[in-house]
């Protein structure tokens, strides 16, 4: 909840209950809701950039009634240092949130609440967003800023009927209904992401829409460029451009079906009566650089979810906000990403590494950064890597693995007439009956007894003629498709080991693992070589690797707290820039998590 603690911002006159926290980027955050509420000036000598961007705050100026309170949620980037595409595989992850993030400002709900001010000490009043004109239906409208500079449409707007028809028919239904208040995941992949129909179900839907492993994958790493752009379609047949609403609009619907009973009481529990949802109404806004492997996806669901959750006063832990969010992303998006980048998106700490371990999401706590410790982002600014291995065909190759070494397993503790033996064989450290729930079950030193078992490459359909399913819904298999099973078997089980030797880990051995599954890229490779002329004995640099989903993306780079190892970091990336005309971007520093951060609640005058 927001503490008792209130500003003003700083040249306005609104009332900030919460705070700024003291993160840079929140008071200017809050600054530009200042500027929205005294309205955009119109545009005068402007270029078609300045154009777009005055385009957009104007959207954004018009979404609100300024005169009732908002709501501010935040959520971060966040920088892989240890785990990346292992985490599908049950290792334990290390991840840091960075300093940019995006935020969710949201409006909207029954307006029946609207005669109930909040306090400082409560959460923020349920006042309606009365949209214009009001003769139309509830709706769900959102304004991402920065969209056109990203190819996309800036504003969305959506029937909340199309969303959530259990709420909104007509006559509206009693909560007591057994009809589901959303619509299908299917459903709202194909309204929202603009994915084909007819799979039958959750599971159908996700598997068919991996079909064709992706070219950048991971969290924010299935893909954003791919996601977020392409054409406009028709009004059945998807949102063409504007297809990024479906990790904001996606995260009302997995609300929805997920926690529906508490959803229905919090919608009509105030006596709601037909057509009194004005609607709801999102602003999002980022400084999460998109497709650079820092998990701007997980960012904005993350923050979309924590704005639903507050607006309806819903009592959620973080961990099931982000396993909701992962529902968003693997389910409306269709993106085959682990739960890593949401969970650390929610749940991070500043100056802290989040320990998870991925079985599915078991928190280790959070690991303070000692003071002489350092950690750097560097863009690589590779997005696809075109002769490299998709992340989506990884995934599954490394379930491929699994699926082949338990039957490996279980065929080895049986004789030709399934009579099993008095003593199991020799080879295989790990061969007990027991059937392994993850990869990283394994041990580095139990891998050589079921590496026999794991061809180095292996076609789809050699793999389905032996096997009816690879056990993983993310993702499924193409016949004609080679896919790197030994290579994609060994990473998670030697990456979980080296996760647990932190120093080992930034050596070099984690990048060479991702090259040798077909997830490196020359950009990052340079990176690479060029931390390596800043580290040894008396080095301020100690390590480098490639990060998240790998193909490109950033680099994350361990070394002192020094300006020596500061000058260094400046040193690769203006060496990098000169080499390949690409200026990265250079994360540094870290912020809380957006269960951490909470809200604010922003009143008019």
Not at 54 to 79: I, K, M, N, Y
Not at 583 to 605: E, I
Request: with cysteine.
């Amino acid at each position: 909840m927001p503490s008792s603690a209130a500003i003003r911002v700083e040249g306005g006159a609104m009332r900030v209950e919460g705070g700024d926290r003291g993160l840079p980027d929140t008071k200017r955050f809050l600054a530009l809701l200042e500027t929205l509420r005294a309205g955009v000036p119109p545009p005068t000598d402007a270029t078609a950039c300045d154009y777009s961007e005055r385009h957009e705050l104007s959207l954004a100026a018009a979404l609100f009634d300024w005169s009732q309170p908002l709501l501010v949620t935040r959520a971060p980037g966040r920088l892989d240092v240890m785990g990346g595409i292992a985490d599908y595989s049950g290792s334990l992850v290390l991840q840091v949130d960075l300093r940019c993030s995006r935020y969710a400002h949201s409006r909207g709900m029954p307006r029946r609440h609207s005669n109930h001010p909040c306090t400082t000490a409560s959460p923020p009043s349920l006042s309606p967003l009365l949209l214009r004109p009001l003769s139309l239906p509830p709706s769900l409208r959102i304004v991402s800023l920065s969209a056109s500079a990203n190819h996309r449409l800036p504003s969305v707007s959506l029937p909340l009927a199309r969303l959530l028809p259990g709420l909104h028919a007509s006559p509206p239904m009693s909560p007591t209904r057994a009809s589901p208040c959303a619509i299908d995941y299917e459903a709202a992949h194909v309204l929202l992401a603009g994915g084909a129909a007819g799979r039958g179900g959750r599971e159908g839907a996700v598997a068919e829409r991996s079909r064709e492993p992706r070219g950048q994958g991971g969290g924010e790493g299935a893909g954003n460029d791919a996601r977020e752009g392409g054409g406009e379609q028709g009004p059945e047949g998807g949102m063409g451009d504007a297809r990024w609403a479906a990790y904001v609009a996606g995260a009302l619907v997995v609300l929805a079906r997920e926690r529906e009973a508490e959803l229905r009481q919090a919608w009509m529990g105030g006596g709601r009566e037909e057509g009194s949802v004005a609607g709801v109404a999102m602003l999002v806004a980022s400084a999460v650089p998109e497709g650079v492997g820092v998990a701007s996806s997980a960012a904005v669901e993350v923050a979309a979810m924590m704005a639903l959750v507050n607006a309806l006063r819903l009592t959620i832990n973080p961990w099931d906000v982000a396993r909701m969010c992962q529902i968003v992303e693997n389910s409306v998006v269709g993106a085959p990403c682990g739960i890593m980048d949401q969970m650390a998106a929610a749940l991070a700490r500043p100056a802290s590494l989040l320990a998870l371990l991925c079985r599915p999401a078991r928190m280790q706590g959070c690991l303070p950064l000692a003071a002489h410790v350092a950690l750097w982002g560097i863009d690589s600014g590779a997005r696809h890597c075109v002769g490299g291995v998709g992340y989506g065909a990884v995934r599954a190759a490394a379930f491929m693995g699994l699926t082949l070494v338990n039957a490996g397993r279980e065929a080895s503790s049986k004789d030709v007439d399934g009579v099993i033996p008095a003593a199991p064989p020799r080879h295989a450290a790990s061969s007990a009956t027991s059937k392994l729930s993850c990869l990283c079950e394994l041990d580095p030193h139990s891998l050589p007894g079921v590496e026999p078992l794991l061809p180095p490459a292996m076609l789809g359909a050699a793999f389905l003629a032996r096997h009816s399913s690879h056990g993983d819904r993310a993702t499924a298999i193409s016949p004609a498709l080679p896919y790197p099973v030994l290579a994609a078997t060994r990473h998670p089980v030697h990456e979980h080991f080296r996760v647990r030797c932190f120093r080992a880990l930034l050596g070099g051995d984690s990048h060479a693992s991702y090259t040798a599954c077909g997830l490196g890229s020359a950009p990052t490779d340079l990176i690479i070589d060029l931390v390596k002329t800043h580290m040894g004995p008396q080095g301020p640099l100690w390590g480098a690797k490639i990060t998240g989903g790998g193909s490109g993306g950033t680099v994350c780079v361990l070394g002192d707290s020094t300006p020596a190892a500061q000058a260094a970091v400046e040193d690769v990336c203006a060496r990098f820039a000169t080499a390949t005309g690409h200026r990265p971007h250079l994360f540094h520093g870290s912020s809380p998590g957006a269960a951490h951060f909470d809200h604010l609640v922003v009143r008019p005058p």
